[in-house]
């Protein structure tokens, strides 16, 4: 059965379901489906779909089937989330989401919808406790650690935030035991997680070298936190998604530090060949401020942060966004084919990002909010710093429910010996549709 139906059957049951003295109106207070007069128990849906039009310069090697390609340009959806969620009672939380990331015509067909999220919680105390359990982005370390697709500054989340994303995790969504909640405004989450297997990994090798990698050895326990405190606005945490901005409807100004710790996860050869285990450490502080600044509904959303990855000696992982090539004639690139660069190693990342929204109306009823963002990676392996960055403009046509993104990325290539070769850049059009 295909998904829409199932979702229109579930609206149709929970419709019969209803109280005859909810009315038709209930339903959509809110976008919710209320299941008391108050509406304090509810259920509500809400769809994504980020679709990308872009253009890009390959690294070199780059091989698309077998031919070679210096750049393309390719036509994908970066996202597609349907999410339900609801209070069922005054203690009881379920939430669930599934759906797809980087499908393009490189992507297998009719096999990449999956769950990403399915838990529940139990509030202990409303405010200062809630206990839960299941696959969820409960995380640790930093604010976009668990990034709010729907509400992203610009055409991504900074992604290296999400340390182990599909490597002993499923697109950063974790097996996990957590708890949550705020003490004053103090805001908090601690989890317990349980890896996934490095042998099903996209690019599993299970072969052990002087660089470090994650070992393929049954994994122990993952412990994850993260703490801020919320000095203005209070910030939601039913959820584990954190805003990206909130286009001037919210002052908030947050400072907060985390951390993710497992104990011998790596391993990689010695000097004599013998092989040594180490525990992955990560710790991160940030500050986040996003808030109104004129009468005519300007806003400034900025965010900056300080990361230490420690994976191990040398340890780096290219990432690469529904990547438009699969193969390579050049091994000596440490970048991989396509679009890949090494986002995630063992050093010290810092990153910032800044958006201003211009005023309302500017364009008809629509407006702009240019932004841009740059991560800086001091990484063990490399011999010189590497630089990503993004600048785009936002076109808010609805604010996130209806907006057009153009964007230029670039990312820095390396050989594998880490010495820096040349830059790459992409040009991204993104269209989004926010049902929420």
């Not at 206990?131 to 509400?151: D, E, N």
């Not at 808030?291 to 420690?310: C, L, N, Q, V």
Request: hydrophobic letters at 35%.
């Amino acid at each position: 059965m295909k998904t829409t139906n199932i979702l229109a059957a579930g609206l149709l049951l929970l419709g019969f379901c209803m109280p005859q003295h909810l009315q038709a109106q209930d339903f959509f207070k809110d976008r919710k489906l209320n299941l008391n007069e108050d509406g304090s128990n509810y259920v509500k849906f809400t769809f994504l779909t980020q679709a990308w039009l872009r253009h890009q310069d390959f690294n070199p090697g780059s091989t698309i089937n077998g031919v070679a390609q210096d750049n393309g340009t390719d036509i994908g959806i970066r996202r597609y989330r349907v999410q339900m969620y609801g209070q069922l009672t005054d203690r009881v939380f379920i939430y669930t989401q599934f759906g797809e990331n980087n499908f393009n015509n490189m992507s297998d067909r009719k096999v990449g919808f999956f769950v990403h999220d399915a838990m529940g919680d139990y509030a202990i105390d409303k405010e200062k406790l809630s206990l839960g359990m299941g696959l969820s982005g409960w995380s640790g370390l930093a604010r976009f650690a668990s990034p709010s697709a729907g509400t992203i500054l610009g055409v991504d989340a900074p992604l290296y935030q999400q340390s182990t994303n599909d490597v002993t995790d499923q697109f950063l969504r974790k097996l996990s035991v957590f708890a949550k909640g705020k003490l004053g405004k103090l805001d908090y989450r601690i989890a317990m997680a349980k890896p996934m297997n490095i042998q099903k990994s996209a690019n599993y090798n299970p072969t052990v070298t002087t660089n470090a990698t994650f070992s393929s050895e049954p994994p122990n326990m993952q412990w994850n936190g993260y703490f801020q405190y919320q000095f203005k606005d209070q910030e939601s945490n039913q959820t584990p998604y954190m805003t990206g901005t909130y286009l001037g409807k919210k002052k908030v100004l947050n400072v907060g530090a985390g951390f993710i710790y497992q104990k011998d996860v790596i391993w990689r050869l010695g000097t004599v060949n013998d092989t040594i285990r180490e525990n992955m450490v990560h710790l991160a502080a940030d500050v986040y401020y996003d808030a109104p600044i004129g009468s005519r509904g300007e806003a400034i959303s900025a965010y900056g942060s300080i990361t230490h990855y420690d994976f191990g000696k040398n340890y780096t992982r290219n990432a690469a966004v529904m990547n438009p090539a699969n193969g390579t004639t050049n091994p000596a690139i440490l970048n991989g084919s396509g679009n890949g660069f090494p986002m995630y190693g063992t050093g010290t990342i810092f990153y910032g990002q800044i958006g201003y929204k211009l005023k309302d109306n500017l364009i008809g009823k629509t407006t702009l909010m240019p932004y841009a963002s740059l991560q800086h990676a001091n990484y063990e392996r490399l011999n010189r710093a590497m630089q990503f960055y993004d600048v785009g403009v936002n076109w808010l046509l609805s604010g996130h429910t209806s907006k057009f993104t153009v964007a230029y990325q670039s990312r820095p290539v390396y050989n594998t010996t880490g010495d820096y070769l040349e830059r790459k850049g992409a040009i991204i059009a993104q269209y989004q549709v926010f049902f929420n």
